[in-house]
């Protein structure tokens, strides 16, 4: 067993409320957890308008289907429109 894990620091940059970003954040997690079938969270930032961080986790059976998986998940996150990459972390822990 494989679990995948990604952070990602991202800018909102037509957001001039924490509505906005929360609208534009919401889609994106919506996205990630409908196509991808992630467990998704906004997990630091909550309280500035403009940035935010998200974390994305899944569970996968071999090493293979992990990395492909987590690749398939940064090119969704990096090609969405409403939000900028600014940094991301990724790791695919392993079980003993």
Do not use: T, W
Not at 6 to 33: C, F, M, N, T, Y
Not at 55 to 74: C, E, H, M, P, Y
Not at 82 to 96: F, G, M, Q, T, Y
Request: hydrophobic fraction near 40%; charged fraction near 30%; include cysteine.
């Amino acid at each position: 067993m494989k679990v995948g894990v990604i952070k990602v620091h991202l800018q909102v940059p037509g957001s001039r409320s924490l509505k906005e970003k929360r609208h534009a954040i919401r889609s994106l997690k919506d996205q990630l957890q409908s196509r991808f079938k992630v467990s998704v969270a906004e997990v630091d930032d909550q309280d500035m308008h403009q940035s935010c961080v998200i974390g994305v986790a899944f569970v996968a059976s071999d090493g293979k289907n992990a990395q492909s998986r987590l690749q398939n998940l940064i090119n969704f996150i990096e090609d969405y429109r409403n939000a900028v990459v600014v940094a991301l972390d990724k790791e695919i822990l392993h079980e003993d």
